[in-house]
């Protein structure tokens, strides 16, 4: 057996190690009673999955195959993109059954500069809709509208024919207040937070077996939103962002007539500091989320410091799983599952969503349904776009066919 033979048995194991895993993480059930300890950050909506296709698959993404959206899930992917250039547009209703203003709008885009290597580059917006402003007399004194976006540019590498690499470099700007807080004598002064924050990940493709196997499988593995906290007092008070690790791998395999089936699977963990509950001198429980911690000492210490041990570490892992289908790579069907553990914040939902490929554009759609308790996305149908530049430009160059 070649060392490349030995090497690829050795991943597939390990891969089938992760993923039995990943189940065994579903089933675990505590033997004590835990308590409810979930784990917040600051500008939440960087971890809201963006685009419908991996919405639709339980919000997998770390090594499934490559496209436009992949500046969010995992930039490495670029590399092995296969298309010169494209770009996609994504729009994500939130608190629909509540409020209609409320929205995630996404542009993502990358370009090959050659075959080993790509730049990418993305905008977030998050809209928090027109808020209505009262005094304590209940007087209408105004009206805000909050926002939130997240700029970022990505490059990623080949550093082998089966292996990439990627770094994103991102600037975060959140308005909460609008600036009203800020213009009220005697009142705190609240302003936009600003941070920077950056991504590194790797991606791994390989045929399972020998050459032409209709079998293969990926993996790949995101460190995203690493960088300096945010703050909304003029630094008094400091937050963290939601530092977090997504690993995953995808089993793919050709049903032949260009139809093929995927199955993937992620596990995500937040890489901040668990809160610690304490009790005061009289009596009061406060909790402590260590925001004292420089950012380097809670990624490293976010392993190890849930207060319940390891049981409670295992809690804050959150499980995706997804599958898709390509008819004769048209036409798409996908599904997934999410599980969050249940003293973590209990988000369980199921998704699915279809996908057609046009010439030059292809349109996909998801819809989750939750079974725990209400979602921010439940009922809700997100939409996104994806545009292949270099076969509109081909097909304009071209002109039109002279029957």
């Known amino acids: 057996m070649t060392l490349s033979m030995k090497f690829r048995t050795n991943l597939f194991f390990l891969f089938a190690f992760f993923c039995l895993m990943g189940i065994v993480q579903t089933a675990v059930i505590a033997q004590e009673v835990v308590r409810y300890n979930p784990i917040s950050t600051a500008v939440p909506f960087l971890t809201i999955t963006p685009d419908s296709r991996h919405g639709a698959m ?17 930039p490495s992917k670029f590399a092995f993109d296969g298309e010169k250039w494209g770009f996609s547009l994504s ?3 939130w608190l629909r059954q509540l409020v209609k203003d409320v929205n995630l709008a996404y542009l ?4 090959q500069l050659d075959p080993t290597q790509a730049v990418g580059a993305s905008l977030r ?33 080949r550093l082998s024919d089966n292996f990439s690499g990627g770094v994103s ?11 009203f807080a800020s213009t009220q004598t005697g009142a705190e002064t609240f302003s936009a937070g600003n941070a920077f924050a950056t991504d590194v990940s790797f991606y791994y493709q390989s045929r399972l077996g020998k050459e032409g196997s209709k079998n293969s499988i990926a993996a790949g593995v995101n460190f995203s939103n690493m960088g300096s906290k945010i703050s909304y007092n003029q630094g008094t008070t400091k937050e963290f962002l939601p530092a977090n690790m997504k690993l995953g791998t995808t089993f793919t395999t050709d049903l032949g007539d260009s139809s093929s089936f995927s199955l993937s699977i992620d596990l995500n963990k937040l890489l901040v500091p668990t809160p610690v ?19 380097i000492s809670s990624i490293f210490s976010s392993f190890t410091d849930a207060p319940g041990g390891m049981k409670e570490e295992l809690q804050e892992v959150t499980l995706s799983l997804g599958a898709e289908y390509w008819y004769r790579k048209q036409f ?15 988000l369980k939902y199921f998704t699915a969503g279809v996908g057609v490929k046009l010439n030059v554009a292809a349109i996909d759609v998801s819809y989750l349904i939750p079974f725990e308790h209400n979602n921010p996305l439940a009922n809700t149908i997100r939409f996104t776009m ?13 002109g039109p066919v002279i029957m």
Request: glycine share 10%; aromatic share 14%; hydrophobic share 30%.
């Open 58 to 74: 339980g919000d997998v993404g770390a090594a499934t195959s490559p496209d436009a959206n992949s500046q969010y899930m995992n």
């Open 91 to 93: 729009f994500t209703p």
């Open 108 to 111: 993502s885009g990358f370009y």
């Open 125 to 157: 917006y998050f809209t928090m809709g027109q808020v209505n402003l009262t005094s304590v007399d209940k007087t209408n004194v105004g009206s805000i509208s909050p926002g939130e976006f997240a700029l970022d540019f990505s490059y990623s590498r």
């Open 169 to 179: 470099l991102r600037y975060i700007h959140s308005d909460l207040s609008g600036g």
């Open 277 to 295: 509950n304490r009790v005061d001198a009289s009596g009061n429980v406060i909790s402590d989320n260590n925001s004292s911690k420089s950012v």
């Open 332 to 346: 798409a069907v996908r599904a997934g599952y999410f599980n969050e553990s249940q003293y973590k914040g209990n």
């Open 386 to 398: 994806l545009f292949n530049v270099e076969s509109f430009l081909k097909r304009k160059k071209l």
